[in-house]
């Protein structure tokens, strides 16, 4: 973890809350089905932006029109909090975490017992490319060379950091500090 007590974490949504709830989550997620927030601002307004962009899609297919409205929430977590959880973290996008990443997208709900987990977004620049790998396109999924093949395609030093809260508990360490509708 880092050295740094207290962060700030943002989350961009299409939603208005006042207190997260982690069971409302999407499944099929990086990390599995909880809260994400991202450490990079820009990341989470892009997230917030590109979900108002889709819905507005959905909502055109179905011939609705009405405005829909992209959140940017600022989080801080103090990490002193985190030694009574269960975190992992991933240094790098390595894999472990290419792993750790399929296990979770491809059965929907999270495959682990962990309160937090840390490591890089596989983002909608990824999301191609791990679909590929998880069909087998780049050889036997968990082989050598498809995750090296898949982690090269990627460019995993260019991902945001992001911080998952599987836990109720775990997500109520976080304390707003306010939210802006995203330009």
């Known amino acids: 973890m880092s050295t740094i007590d207290v962060i700030t974490l943002y989350h961009g949504t299409i939603y208005d809350f006042a207190e997260i709830d982690v069971r409302r989550g999407k499944p099929f997620k ?12 820009e990341s989470a307004a892009n997230m917030a932006l590109r979900n108002r962009d889709i819905e507005l899609r959905r909502l055109n297919r179905r011939g609705i029109t009405r405005e829909v409205t992209p959140w940017l929430y600022t989080f801080e977590l103090d990490n002193r909090k985190l030694e009574s959880l269960n975190v992992k973290e991933f240094g790098s996008a390595d894999k472990e975490w290419v792993q750790f990443v399929v296990l979770n997208r491809m059965n929907g709900t999270s495959q682990h017992d962990y309160d937090i987990v840390i ?24 082989s050598d060379d498809a995750v090296e093949f898949f982690l090269r395609r990627i460019q995993p030093e260019r991902l945001p950091r992001q ?21």
């Open 30 to 41: 990086d990390f599995g089905q909880g809260f994400y927030a991202a450490q990079s601002r």
């Open 119 to 142: 490591g890089a977004t596989a983002n909608d620049v990824t999301s191609r490319t791990a679909q590929l790998y998880m069909a087998g396109e780049y050889g036997d999924v968990d």
């Open 163 to 183: 911080f998952f809260f599987g836990t109720q508990r775990a997500a109520n360490l976080l304390v707003l500090k306010g939210r802006c509708v995203v330009e």
